[in-house]
């Protein structure tokens, strides 16, 4: 529901996503734990079609790159030679007060513990201590090494596990730059103020991609990534005016970085990063070629020599996942009912079709309406329906965004022929039940763009 102002509130996105099954607070009967969400089945179908579309974008469209998945563990030392046991650290401030802790860079976004008008310090009860860094990094033991019990970390990103793997995929890939390596994969992150939903939280699944180029090609292919990447929103219906691109001021860029730009989405929250695109320069494969020792470079035929800049398109599949709640989220009236309705592109939606047996209890439409759906499973997502009266079971479908439904009705058993009902425009047609499986693969492979544009 949007509030009175016509934007959409996240405590909606929250309720929404709780009361359809798409997100659950974890370990909720044991009271949860800060900032981290189980994903029910509506969820985790959402989040594999945004994880299927990006990896058809950046992977299998392509005939300049690869996928990789490297693991969540790696040797210590490669948090070393990258800068993050040293650097990866937030400035931390505790109130003795009211027990909390907030990054003493982002107090004006704080509220105090003790009166939430206020900002941290703002009030004659805060007793603040000095800032300290904190590193983000989770700890762990691997026992396997000598001592039995040696230091390491989970995976801040992914960037770095793509980074040591340069030279394997350059050799056994034959690759040669321009080239990129893709990942999606878990990272960990341990937030100091995690929150508004599944924006921050110290566990997400990144989608992550380094472009090699030489040096003198790093601008021009980090000024095409970032064209790409902000279409490729665009292209899975996000509304242009909900979308820009913020130029990273010069105090705001990585030691490392010449250029980096965020794609920015206007969450309830404000507008904030939903993706950011890097020219890294040739820091990380200088980094790994010093601190171990393997010269990390390409060596053309012709004798040609470079360390290879990095260009890096860096997402979060919880940040994509959020906007699309958002920017579908809308509610109406039609014939006197409230509909809340998520109007999702429909490679995104988690079902593409439901099936509907207009009256349960009847066994010819049950079973027209159970081969519709077994022809259907096998390419799609699909979804059997028999609860409860039609317009309840349509609202429902609404809710979770599919597309269409096909309601096997009287007519059915007279002609062969199915509703279908399109959620956006509630336009309805007759398609000969022979023909749903091709009306649904080319529907599918329209172009889309949002009714709230």
């Known amino acids: 529901m949007a509030d009175e102002t016509g934007i959409v509130t996240m405590d909606k996105i929250v309720s929404l996503c709780k009361r359809r099954g798409f997100v659950f607070p974890s370990s909720e009967i044991y009271g949860g734990l800060g900032s981290t969400y189980d994903y029910g089945h509506y969820g985790v179908l959402m989040k594999n079609n945004i994880r299927e579309q990006w990896f058809r974008s950046m992977v299998q469209e392509r005939d300049d790159m690869v996928a990789l998945?490297?693991?969540?563990?790696?040797?210590?030392?490669?948090?070393?030679?990258?800068?993050?046991?040293?650097?990866?650290?937030?400035?931390?401030?505790?109130?003795?007060?009211?027990?909390?802790?907030?990054?003493?860079?982002?107090?004006?976004?704080?509220?105090c513990g003790k009166r939430p008008s206020k900002r941290p310090g703002e009030d004659a009860q805060c007793d603040l201590t000095e800032a300290r860094q904190f590193n983000l990094m989770f700890e762990t033991h691997v026992g396997a090494l000598e001592d039995g019990s040696a230091k390491a970390y989970l995976r801040p990103e992914t960037a770095q596990g793509i980074f040591i793997n340069f030279k394997n995929v350059m050799q056994l890939a034959r690759r040669k730059p321009p080239f990129g390596i893709a990942q999606t994969g878990k990272s960990f992150r341990n937030e100091i103020t995690p929150g508004n939903f599944l924006f921050r939280v110290r566990e997400f699944e990144q989608m992550e991609m380094e472009y090699f180029v030489s040096p003198d090609e790093a601008q021009q292919w980090w000024e095409y990534w970032l064209e790409q990447r902000f279409q490729w929103y665009l292209?899975?219906?996000?509304?242009?005016?909900?979308?820009?691109?913020?130029?990273?001021?010069?105090?705001?860029?990585?030691?490392?970085?010449?250029?980096?730009?965020?794609?920015?989405?206007?969450?309830?929250?404000?507008?904030?990063?939903?993706?950011?695109?890097?020219?890294?320069?040739?820091?990380?494969?200088?980094?790994?070629?010093?601190?171990?020792?393997?010269?990390?470079e390409w060596?053309?035929?012709?004798?040609?020599?470079?360390?290879?800049?990095?260009?890096?398109?860096?997402?979060?599949?919880e940040r994509i996942f959020v906007a699309m709640l958002v920017d579908g989220y809308d509610e109406e009236i039609v014939a006197d009912r409230d509909r809340t309705v998520l109007r999702l592109h429909p490679q995104i939606a988690p079902i593409k079709a439901a099936i509907l047996p207009l009256i349960a209890k009847n066994d010819e439409m049950v079973s027209k309406a159970r081969a519709l759906q077994n022809e259907l499973r096998h390419r799609h997502m699909v979804e059997y329906d028999d609860g409860g009266q039609i317009g309840r079971r349509y609202r429902r479908q609404d809710e979770i965004g599919t597309p269409w439904a096909f309601t096997i009705d009287d007519q059915t058993l007279e002609d062969d022929t199915v509703t279908v009902r399109e959620r956006d425009s509630l336009a309805q047609e007759r398609l000969p039940l022979s023909g749903v499986r091709e009306w649904l693969e080319d529907a599918l492979e329209q172009p889309w763009s949002s009714p709230k544009q």
Request: overall charge negative; proline content about 4%.
């Open 69 to 111: 998945d490297s693991a969540v563990i790696l040797n210590p030392k490669v948090w070393e030679a990258s800068g993050h046991v040293a650097g990866f650290t937030d400035p931390l401030i505790d109130c003795r007060t009211c027990k909390l802790r907030f990054r003493a860079d982002k107090l004006e976004d704080a509220h």
């Open 235 to 296: 292209d899975l219906g996000l509304r242009r005016d909900m979308l820009r691109i913020r130029a990273h001021e010069a105090d705001e860029l990585s030691h490392y970085s010449s250029n980096t730009s965020d794609i920015e989405y206007l969450y309830p929250i404000g507008w904030q990063e939903l993706e950011g695109v890097a020219n890294r320069g040739d820091f990380d494969l200088t980094q790994h070629t010093e601190h171990s020792g393997t010269k990390l």
């Open 299 to 317: 060596v053309g035929q012709d004798g040609e020599r470079y360390t290879p800049y990095v260009v890096e398109p860096a997402v979060s599949i």
